[in-house]
């Protein structure tokens, strides 16, 4: 059924989750539904059952976290939400619960196992329905960057550099100059997060996919050294938020996406009311690797907490960094939304507060940092790099737009 791509003798659980992990939270959660159960040996010799929930759309939640329920009587019928989509984020988080009582660690950004005077960092992730529109507009060569960026974003939270790559590419029946497009997507990845495609895995299984489409999956390690860990234990209010752009809408929210396109009657081939870019372009932009411009941020200092705005937006991404009691104040106006958000929440008719929790909104990283910190990273981050004064940290928790 399946075929190794490359040579190697390592054993990795891509669903490594490390109940010990700084990022521990009795209140943490993941959504939605890709369950992996793996009964693994660590390298202290020790048995543990390790669990990662992964989404399918939207990035992963505390259970703990506010979720938004109140629709208008006119907005339930005209206004689409993430659930009408099919994402339901209760029935995650109901999974979830039930997991927590088992493993109570998961939870972080990454999951971090214990090696001698560093943490091994691991993440696990796909890019969701984004597959279909690559599927329609037959743009594929770019997917693999995507890939990439949804697991190596996830585990720099920490401070870990990324060390290898590895893919998982199912299809029904194996069209390998298409394969070798996606694959070459993936190598272009891995060097912009200077890191190793380690191996890979591919499988062949006629009538489980339909012809012509594919599924992928990845799952990334990097280290960080114990005492250069960023867990976000010292965040206080006071403290700035300094939001990186995305290049658009990245890998997360689709399925609320696609159900947009389907209901506006445009074709991906139209054009964007701003721009020469079709809709199909836009949507299909590669998520932005952040590796390298924050790996060098953290290297000059005062960085507390690192929040990957996925799937939950600005609304249950950031808070999962800070301390109980504190949370966030985002300045509204202090960046400038892509073109392409505009659109979809125009074209669906949704509201404010679940386009905050369902997309990036044009921010893909958030740092939290101390003042001093904040002004060099402002001045030193311009052009394809920039950066943003977004916000600031508050007593008080969830987040308030002003």
Not at 42 to 63: A, D, H
Not at 97 to 122: E, H, N, Q, T, W
Not at 201 to 218: C, K, V
Not at 338 to 357: L, S
Request: proline residues 4%; negative net charge.
């Amino acid at each position: 059924m399946a075929t190794m791509r490359f040579s190697t003798n390592l054993e990795f659980n891509g669903c490594l989750t490390n109940l010990n992990s700084p990022y521990s939270q009795p209140n943490s959660s993941l959504t939605k539904p890709f369950l992996c159960v793996q009964a693994s040996k660590g390298l202290s010799g020790n048995e543990s059952i390790q669990f990662s929930v992964k989404p399918r759309g939207f990035g992963r939640m505390g259970v703990g976290s506010s979720l938004p329920k109140r629709i208008s009587r006119v907005e339930a019928k005209e206004g689409l939400t993430y659930k009408d989509a099919g994402v339901d984020i209760d029935a995650g988080t109901e999974l979830v619960r039930r997991i927590a009582k088992m493993a109570p660690g998961i939870g972080g950004f990454g999951g971090l196992f214990p090696l001698g005077d560093s943490y091994l960092v691991a993440g696990t992730d796909g890019v969701g329905t984004k597959l279909k529109l690559a599927f329609e507009t037959g743009i594929h060569d770019t997917i693999g960057i995507d890939l990439v960026a949804m697991s190596v974003n996830d585990i720099i939270t920490s401070g870990a550099k990324p060390l290898f790559f590895l893919d998982y590419f199912a299809t029904s029946r194996l069209d390998v100059d298409l394969a070798e497009k996606v694959i070459k997507g993936i190598v272009t990845g891995c060097q912009q997060s200077d890191c190793v495609l380690l191996g890979g895995e591919t499988a062949e299984m006629p009538d489980f996919y339909a012809n012509g489409e594919y599924d992928l999956s990845g799952f990334a390690v990097g280290v960080v050294k114990k005492d250069s860990v960023i867990d976000g234990k010292n965040i206080v209010a006071g403290d700035l938020l300094i939001g990186l752009p995305s290049s658009g809408v990245h890998s997360n929210g689709f399925s609320l996406v696609r159900r947009v396109i389907e209901r506006s009657g445009l074709s991906l081939k139209n054009k964007l009311p701003v721009g020469d870019v079709t809709l199909g372009e836009a949507l299909m932009a590669p998520t932005v690797i952040y590796v390298k411009q924050v790996l060098d941020i953290i290297s000059k200092g005062g960085v507390k907490g690192i929040a990957h705005i996925t799937g939950g937006g600005f609304t249950d991404n950031i808070p999962r960094v800070f301390p109980d009691g504190l949370g966030a104040v985002i300045y509204k106006n202090s960046w400038e939304i892509p073109t392409v958000f505009n659109w979809i929440q125009e074209a669906g008719k949704i509201e404010d507060e679940e386009m905050r929790r369902t997309f990036n909104m044009g921010i893909g990283m958030v740092l939290v940092v101390n003042q001093e910190a904040s002004q060099r990273i402002l001045n030193d981050n311009h052009g394809s790099q920039s950066a943003y004064l977004i916000g600031e940290v508050a007593e008080g928790e969830g987040v308030r737009f002003l």
